[in-house]
């Protein structure tokens, strides 16, 4: 079974960057697609981006192009949300999750069921 562990989040200053670690295991890191998603305190869980071995990477949500960027090392079987000019609304527990297999990256609408497997998440706290 395919399992994802996320590392990397902790307290920031606004403005400053952190590099998210999704480290995979379980499945054959070959044609993915893996997202990167968040969810803010009292708040429902958005889509961030996704990195498909295909199509590259595919933003979610607006507000993050220029300043987020997804990458991935095959070799390590793991992928990397790396975070600019952080905000204190950026503020939430970020999770990563994967469609195995998969060549394109899911497409809204109701993308969290199109995820087969997710991370228990790591908290990102951006301090004004």
């Known amino acids: 079974e395919a399992q994802l562990v996320e590392s990397g989040g902790g307290l920031v200053q606004a403005g400053g960057s952190l590099r998210l670690s999704c480290a995979t295991s379980g499945f054959t890191f070959g044609d993915y697609a893996i997202g990167w998603f968040r969810q803010a305190p009292g708040k429902e869980r958005e889509g961030i981006l996704c990195?498909?071995?295909?199509?590259?990477?595919?933003y979610y949500k607006d507000s993050v192009k220029g300043r987020f960027t997804g990458s991935s090392d095959n070799a390590k079987k793991t992928a990397y949300l790396r975070m600019n000019s952080l905000k204190a609304e950026d503020t939430a527990v970020y999770y990563c999750?994967?469609?195995?297999?998969?060549?394109?990256?899911?497409?809204?609408?109701?993308?969290?069921?199109?995820?087969?497997?997710w991370g228990q998440g790591t908290l990102v706290t951006v301090s004004e």
């Open positions: 999750a994967v469609v195995i297999a998969a060549t394109r990256c899911p497409r809204p609408p109701n993308l969290y069921p199109q995820y087969e497997y």
């Open positions: 990195i498909s071995s295909s199509d590259g990477t595919t």
